[in-house]
């Protein structure tokens, strides 16, 4: 399995970014089960898990991003994106891509894009 995130930037507070991931393997095969998320870990922070989407659709977003952020994915294109909305400083800091399969109770990570919130 293979996530490569996008999107990652500089934005002024108040802003907006869309972070996509773009997956690979088999546990995107027509049918496969898998969720996948937004995570994001802030220097000195331990990561924290941002949203997260089912292959079926379903969709959770954390509580400090609710309203602002959204989760989206595009079976298609074996795709995942993260809006943000609103952004403050405290959303600063690398976001990581990831893939869960059920089956295996495996998680995937992709490599972090960076985002850094102006004031």
């Known amino acids: 399995v293979q996530l490569q995130a996008s999107g990652g930037g500089l934005v002024q507070a108040g802003g907006s970014l869309r972070l996509s991931c773009v997956a690979s393997g088999s546990i995107f095969t027509v049918n496969k089960k898998n969720v996948m998320g937004w995570s994001r870990q802030a220097p000195g922070k331990e990561r924290e898990l941002v949203a997260s989407?089912?292959?079926?659709?379903?969709?959770d977003v954390a509580d400090s991003v609710k309203g602002r952020f959204a989760i989206t994915r595009d079976n298609a294109k074996n795709t995942v994106y993260l809006e943000m909305n609103g952004l403050k400083s405290e959303d600063a800091g690398t976001y990581y891509c990831?893939?869960?399969?059920?089956?295996?109770?495996?998680?995937?990570w992709g490599e972090g894009t960076q985002v850094t919130v102006s004031s």
């Open positions: 989407i089912t292959s079926g659709g379903s969709s």
């Open positions: 990831s893939a869960y399969d059920p089956a295996t109770s495996m998680m995937y």
